[in-house]
Structure formats: C-alpha cells, structure tokens
Nanobody
Framework: QVQLVESGGGLVQPGDSLRLSCGAS????????IGWFRQVPGGEREGIEC????????VYLDSAKGRFTVYRDNAQNTINLEMANLTPEDTAVYYC???????????????WGPGTQVTVSS
C-alpha cells in the first residue's frame, strides 16, 4: 500500500505563496501519478493538478492555471505543489493521491495522504 504524507500547509495572507509537498518513496513516485486535490467542508474533493511519468504537469482547476505549478523534487522524494498569489478562495484541506494515471476524478486514486490545511486570510 503506497504511503503518502502531505506537508507545508498553514495560514498565509492573500497574495502570498506556499509550497505543499507530497512525500513517498522514489519507487512509488516512479510508478504512480500523483494528483493534488482540495476539499472544503461540505464540498467535494476537486482535482487541481497532477504529475505523472507521462503527464509532467496537468492542470485541471481553471483557477490554478498560471498560479500553481506541480513538479518532482528527486532529492526529497516529493511531488510539490507550488502555489502563488493565493486568495481566500484557496482555503481548503489539500490532499495528494496516487493513481496509475493522472485524472481529475478522485475515484481513480488508490491512496491518499491525511491532508494539510491551507488557510488564506488577512
């Protein structure tokens, strides 16, 4: 069972940047596509971006285009979600998940991290 752990969440101000990391073993990162999702209370888990061996950076969330970037850090064995120009609408619990292929649909993901809270507030 693939083990994922998110880190990097916290409280930031509007306009700030934040980097979230999804940690796994190098073997798991070679095998699985890693997707970033977010969820607000009472809402559905929505796909943001995904990194896979074939799809290096696939953006699913319109509001993320031009602001968020996903990339692999081989030295740290992480898939990072770099977020810029954050707004209060970005406040959510952020999750990373592992799937055989990138997809914006959570149902295709086999494993999830516990999530990390991101709060954007002045």
């Amino acid at each position: 069972q693939v083990q994922l752990v998110e880190s990097g969440g916290g409280l930031v101000q509007p306009g700030d940047s934040l980097r979230l990391s999804c940690g796994a073993s190098s073997i798991e990162l070679d095998y699985y596509a890693i997707g970033w999702f977010r969820q607000v209370p009472g809402g559905e888990r929505e796909g943001i971006e995904c990194f896979g061996s074939a799809d290096r950076d696939v953006v699913y969330l319109d509001s993320a285009k031009g602001r968020f970037t996903v990339y692999r850090d081989n030295a740290q064995n992480t898939i990072n979600l770099e977020m810029a120009n954050l707004t209060p609408e970005d406040t959510a619990v952020y999750y990373c998940g592992a799937a055989l292929r990138c997809s914006p649909r959570p149902v295709y993901f086999r494993a999830w991290g516990p999530g990390t809270q991101v709060t954007v507030s002045s």
